[in-house]
């Protein structure tokens, strides 16, 4: 992929950002949007698209353990449906199950690091779509890397 790629963690109440470098190799947290309407929440998800010139979104699909879709997984998949009739790029889903528990970890790991730099909490959305972000973009490399053949 080159290009910039955003991922979204979709809530009932929030919606986690995360965005990759230019060369879509390595995903960092950027913010959260506060859910409103969905007019409002697309337009949001439109000016980061704009903003971070990105050419693809990528969509945390909260499957099952057993990887069924559930309720969840429908309310996201229409939300996300609805989403790429608005914004201008490509959209996929890829599984994001565990992401919070990641997410969380990392948070703990990083909390003395938040209270010296002063970031303000509530950032595990974003983190969430991070670790779905670079799970894509790792899965995307290994696939590139599986149809290279070895130097030698």
């Known amino acids: 992929m080159h290009g910039?790629?955003?991922?979204?963690?979709?809530?009932?109440?929030?919606v986690g950002v995360a965005v990759s470098d230019p060369t879509g190799t390595i995903a960092r947290p950027l913010t959260?949007?506060?859910?409103?309407s969905r007019q409002e929440d697309f337009a949001a998800v439109a000016r980061l698209v704009a903003a971070h010139e990105?050419?693809?979104?990528?969509?945390?699909?909260?499957l099952s353990l057993d990887g069924s879709e559930g309720p969840q997984a429908r309310k996201v998949t229409r939300y996300a449906e609805a989403?790429?009739?608005?914004?201008q790029v490509p959209v996929v889903y890829y599984d994001e199950r565990y992401s919070t528990s990641e997410a969380s970890e990392i948070m703990r790991a990083r909390r003395p690091l938040a209270r010296q730099s002063g970031q303000p909490?509530?950032?595990?959305?974003?983190?969430?779509?991070?670790?779905?972000l670079q799970r894509y973009l790792d899965n995307q490399a290994g696939v590139?890397?599986?149809?290279?053949?070895?130097?030698e």
């Open 4 to 14: 910039r790629a955003l991922a979204l963690d979709i809530g009932d109440r929030r």
């Open 32 to 36: 959260t949007i506060e859910r409103a």
């Open 54 to 62: 990105a050419v693809l979104i990528v969509v945390g699909r909260p």
């Open 83 to 87: 989403l790429s009739r608005q914004v």
């Open 121 to 132: 909490g509530g950032a595990l959305d974003a983190i969430a779509a991070a670790v779905i």
């Open 144 to 151: 590139l890397n599986l149809d290279t053949p070895d130097k």
